[in-house]
């Protein structure tokens, strides 16, 4: 039986049966559609006192009939045959409508959501009649046709109202091939120009963010999606109580999305929080495009980024740890389990097997983890044998960490103006002259993976070897980008992710980096906030010479006679 869609309620099971009569009909490909159809269409609208919608395909069937307006019946994106930037969804869409106006937002913004060929929108005279043999007519008053444009400012475009006989005299299959070619072109032309993910930032203000820290959490999420090597194409944001718990935004603004999305060519989503399961589905089934959540976004800078085996390994498994959950109801192969007579017998095995795989690696590298902090565990042993006092430079991500240690101990760190550009760890001997006993003496400095604001708790955990190295040093040198509008803010980050490590790190030396970018007002600010902090610039070589002499001086006191 033909299922018909919209709000059935309160329909006769006469109506019912000349709504799925529709399913029957065949037009001519050439034609968006016949007087013949457009007429019965509008007959059966009349008879229900509402508008009905027809979706025909390019063979001329009726392959979705539904009760209501386009925008209340249309087919969600990834049930859509055809889908994409460069060309149509081979669905054209023949509507009616009760009041005699001109298309509504809505109504278009539904036909750019689905890429449909082509919307007729047939306005009822509210009366009509019936022809010998069966036909109706007289029941269409005027109509509208509408259409997408390839120019992005202007969407759509929508014909004055036709009558019927000028309308079904239209060449759609011209129209279409047309419009299909210029899309085509534009396509090309943007592979051409880039071949980096097209990215939509979407960000959630909820009642407890200041407007100068939404703003600075969404400047971050841009320079994360940078660092990945996406483009940004557009923000959107939205203010809410607290995010919608099914899909983050609102209705209407996830709609808003979709449509920003689809008009910029854009290929993946990313969200400035983290978000569910349920959520991720929820999105990318109305939107159509990828949905990447923040930690996500920081699994992938971290999964390009890892060199080193013991930085492979970690990445791998924080990026298990967080697909595991995600796993069920991926696809409709792998139906979902249920609780009662009929569910039971092979239900989800592919997706079991996978989530024991998955659940076995984890064990592996978990092991293989372990085995990496014991080896490190050694190393840290050999230098404290030797006395040699050890250093963790830490800080905020893009401070100038490695920088700052390649200055100093010439490591030649891989070291660029990106967030995370470094992640693996590097440790490099320092040796620094004792202006009061004039004897060189030495001490080791440990560049570690860059923090951030609520760093994701499977990257923790699956660093827990390299961040060893911050809670087993003698004494922690933080680094600070004093030219970040929200340095305050990195501080206080930085400090609550040190004060949630199982073991209290040593004494730490405050190091406010880039001074050559700074403003005075800002110096005049630190240096008032924090007198015995040095302030340094890592690239023009400034402040080195007292920086050298701060690290002994904190070596002493970390580590007293």
Known sequence: METIYGNLKGLKPSQLKQLQRLYHQRLPSDRITTAEFAQRLAAVSTDLDTPVCAYINRRGQVIRVGVGTPRQTQIPALELPRY????????????????????????????????????????????????????????????????????????????????????????????????????????????????????????????????????????ELQRLVDSAGGDVLETLHQRRSRPHPQ??????????????????????????????????????????????????????????????????????LAQLEYQLPRLTGRGEAMSRLGGGIGTRGPGETKLE?????????????????????????RLRQQRQRQEVPSIAVVGYTNAGKSTLLNVLTNAEVYAADQLFATLDPTTRRLTVLDQASQTPRSLVLTDTVGFIE?????????????????????????????????????????????????????????????????????????????????FVSATRRLGLDTLRQKLLQLVDYALPV
């Open 247 to 316: 899909t983050v935004l609102g209705a209407g603004k996830v709609q808003q999305l979709a449509l920003t999305a689809q008009t910029l060519g854009a290929n993946l989503i990313v969200f400035d929080r983290d978000l569910s399961p349920a959520q991720v589905r929820n999105l990318e089934a109305q939107l159509g495009s990828r949905v990447v959540d923040r930690t996500e976004l920081i699994l992938d800078i971290f999964a390009q980024r890892a060199k080193t085996g013991a930085g492979k390994l970690q990445v791998e």
């Open 454 to 534: 609520a760093l994701p708790s499977s990257l923790t955990d699956a660093f827990r070897a390299t961040l060893e190295e911050v809670t087993e040093a003698d004494a922690l040198l933080h680094v600070v980008d004093l030219s970040h509008p929200a340095w305050q803010e990195q501080i206080r980050s930085v400090m609550a992710i040190l004060r949630d490590m199982p073991i209290t790190p040593g004494p730490i030396l405050l190091v406010f980096n880039k001074l050559d970018r700074v403003e005075s007002e800002a110096l005049a600010l630190a240096q008032d906030e924090f007198p015995q902090a040095v």
């Open 84 to 219: 994409g930037p460069e060309r149509l969804c081979g669905i054209r869409c023949v509507a009616t409508q009760l009041q005699p106006e001109t298309p509504k937002e809505s109504v278009l913004t539904a036909m750019a959501l689905q890429r449909l060929d082509g919307l007729v929108l047939l306005t009822l005279s509210g009366s009509g009649f019936q022809r010998r043999g069966g036909g109706a007519t007289g029941y269409v008053q005027a109509a509208y046709l509408a259409h997408l444009v390839p120019q992005p400012q202007e969407r759509w475009t929508v014909s004055p109202a036709l009558s019927l006989d000028v309308l079904v005299k239209h060449d759609f299959l011209a129209l279409t091939s047309g419009l299909e070619e210029e899309f085509r072109r534009q396509f090309i032309a943007r592979q051409v120009d880039s071949d980096h993910d097209r990215v939509v930032l979407v960000g959630v203000r909820v009642a407890d963010d200041s407007k100068a820290q939404f703003q600075t959490r969404l400047l």
């Open 353 to 377: 097997t996978e989530r024991r795989a998955i659940q076995r690696r984890i064990a592996r590298l978990q092991q293989e983890v372990n085995h990496l902090q014991a080896h490190r565990a």
